[in-house]
């Protein structure tokens, strides 16, 4: 079959005509009708170019459902006779068509979400959701029995592997993703589980998840493994949150008694060594006020042994100013006798007078 060309558009109605009614061919003024007269019936050239041209139309119709175009963030994977051929990315391509060739197209930059435990019932705002005790409900490593939602996010990596190598794709991921936290579960407390090793959960979860579809060679890229909700279930959801306010007391009361504690010895402390520090100090004050009061009597007692009635007598005396501050006092020379001392008389002026 030779070379189509078109060199306009009257080349292109030419060729169409020709199809469906053949190629005309040169006619003598015989064979021409008369005036007036009807034409002649079609030829059988005529039909033969018709059918033939109704036969390209459908095959180039048939040509053309093989065009197709991938968009941006798609691939599509093609298949001739049911084996794959190859994959092919973003923008307008053409195939086989059905049933020669098949093509799947899906979009691989996409995040995917697989929901175990519980099913969104309506996005909202508000969102509403729908409980799986099934999925949800598994035991923990000291034999409690927890509910659990969670969800994963994932990517397709390998989009051959990700539609030969599986059948049920979302089905797998969620069988996986289940299994696999219940395997993390069943080896954690319920204490753990539920307060400070939610983050430790997730990553072994992810991690072990990983590993099963890598074995499985889904194709598959895990992006993130959440924990949506963790907490006991709703039949003993009312006894555990007394538990859970019985402990959250007794740490407040300890919390309590240690903050008293910590306020009362530091205060008990300082005011012992307060204590101590002042027994010290009076003692270091006695033992000096002490050690002065010998070295005093010590040297009383030299200047007594060398004069001791001056010394009696000064003593004496200081100890009259001491014991008798403020008061009139009068000194008798005892040498004086048969002296008449009028002492209410007005005393020594008065005495001297009557002397006299």
């Known amino acids: 079959m030779g070379e189509i060309r078109f060199d306009d558009l009257e080349d292109v109605k030419r060729f169409i005509k020709e199809i469906f009614y053949g190629r005309k061919e040169e006619r003598n003024d015989q064979d021409e009708p008369p005036r007036g007269g009807k034409s002649k019936k079609p030829t059988r050239n005529h039909l033969k170019g018709g059918l033939g041209g109704i036969i390209i139309l459908l095959f180039l119709v048939f040509l053309g459902t093989g065009i197709y175009q991938v968009g941006p963030d798609e691939e599509a994977v093609l298949l001739r006779f049911g084996k794959y051929t190859k994959t092919v990315g973003p923008g307008m391509h053409w195939y086989f068509p059905t049933p020669i060739g098949k093509r799947y197209v899906v979009k691989t930059t996409k995040v995917y979400r697989v929901e175990i435990g519980f099913e969104t019932v309506e996005a909202g705002p508000p ?20 509910d659990v939602d969670f969800s994963v996010q994932y990517k397709i990596s390998n989009l051959k592997d990700y539609i030969f190598n599986v059948r049920d794709q979302y089905e797998t991921i969620k069988s996986a993703s289940e299994s696999s936290l219940r395997q993390v579960v069943g080896s954690k407390g319920i204490e753990e589980t539920l307060t400070v090793g939610k983050e430790g959960i997730q990553e072994e ?35 555990f949150k007394e538990v859970a306010n019985a402990r959250e007391d007794r740490a407040r009361f300890i919390n309590e008694a240690d903050g008293y504690r910590n306020d009362i010895i530091p205060n008990a402390r300082g005011q012992a060594s307060q204590m101590i520090n002042r027994a010290e100090a009076y003692k270091e004050k006695r033992v000096k006020e002490s050690q002065g009061d010998v070295a005093k009597f010590i040297k009383l007692s030299e200047k007594y042994s060398l004069g001791k009635e001056v010394t009696k007598t000064r003593m004496y005396l200081e100890t009259m100013e001491k014991t008798m501050p403020g008061i009139e006092k009068i000194i008798i020379d005892p040498k004086l006798k048969g002296s008449i001392i009028n002492l209410i008389g007005g005393g020594v002026e008065a005495n001297e007078k009557n002397n006299n």
């Open 127 to 146: 969102a509403r959701y729908q409980n799986i005790p099934e999925e949800s409900l598994m035991f923990t490593g000291d034999e409690n029995m927890i």
């Open 205 to 239: 979860t992810r991690e072990k998840l990983k590993e099963i579809l890598d074995s499985y060679g889904t194709g598959i890229m895990i992006i993130g493994l959440q924990l949506q909700d963790v907490g006991p279930p709703e039949e003993v959801m009312q006894a």
